[in-house]
Nanobody, 115 residues
Framework: VQLVESGGDLVQPGGSLRLSCAAS????????MSWYRRAPGKERESVAT????????AYVESVKGRFTISRDNTANTVYLQMNSLKPEDTAVYYC?????????WGQGTQVTVSS
């Protein structure tokens, strides 16, 4: 079982990035998928969640209207489109898959927003 995030980079304020999370060893279609982040000196926070069918999404208040979570169950991949990035979005972003008591985590990808 593996989740591999990619797409993190250094970007200027106001820029955009698209993170991807590719799953292997299991099928994400039965899992709720989430993106978390951990900024330096801060606790990990949930950024966005999408239900197994994709019919429901939820976002932390600070990213509403700027970030969009989506999933492609055929490709076994989850995405996070991040627009209008701010310096406070700087963090390591992690992908997570959850079903009942089972949770899988990726290794994270660094997003740095700086001029």
């Amino acid at each position: 079982v593996q989740l591999v995030e990619s797409g993190g980079d250094l970007v200027q304020p106001g820029g955009s990035l698209r993170l991807s999370c590719a799953a292997s060893g299991f099928t994400i279609s039965r899992y709720n998928m989430s993106w978390y982040r951990r900024a330096p000196g801060k606790e990990r926070e949930s950024v966005a969640t999408i239900s197994s069918t994709g019919g429901s999404t939820a976002y932390v208040e600070s990213v509403k209207g700027r970030f969009t979570i989506s999933r492609d169950n055929t490709a076994n991949t989850v995405y996070l489109q991040m627009n209008s990035l701010k310096p406070e979005d700087t963090a390591v972003y992690y992908c997570s898959a959850n079903r009942a008591i089972v949770t899988y985590w990726g290794q994270g990808t660094q997003v740095t927003v700086s001029s």
